[in-house]
């Protein structure tokens, strides 16, 4: 049980790791957005596949005033709060397994 419980340790470690790199990306995006990028750039275009997803749901919330788009502060919030419960929930299971 103990390999497993560092197995779950280390797929736990691995999400949290993807959810920093969308993190990051999506900062990129929320700068990218204040210059006028070349859309036809392959980090630009890889750096909206990516955080499209995540954005579109909160897109569609009417979270801009002003001409400011607030949906990527509330995207923040739920990554960090679907980071926290998943990793967490990971964390609980992998030392209940005796890691």
Same mark, same amino acid.
């Given at each position: 049980?103990?390999?497993l419980g560092e197995l779950i340790k280390s797929v736990a470690l691995l999400i949290s790791l993807v959810f920093n790199i969308v993190y990051f990306m999506l900062v990129i995006r929320i700068v990218l957005s204040w210059v006028n990028p070349d859309p036809y750039n392959q980090i630009v275009q890889i750096i909206y596949k990516v955080?499209?997803?995540v954005l579109t749901p909160?897109?569609?919330l009417p979270l801009q005033m002003g001409g400011i788009d607030f949906s990527? *502060? !509330?995207a923040f919030l739920a990554l960090s709060v679907a980071r926290n419960? *998943? !990793?967490n929930v990971l964390y609980?299971?992998?030392?209940?397994l005796g890691a």
């Open positions: 049980m103990f390999i955080t499209d997803p909160f897109r569609r990527p *502060i !509330v419960f *998943i !990793v609980r299971i992998a030392v209940g």
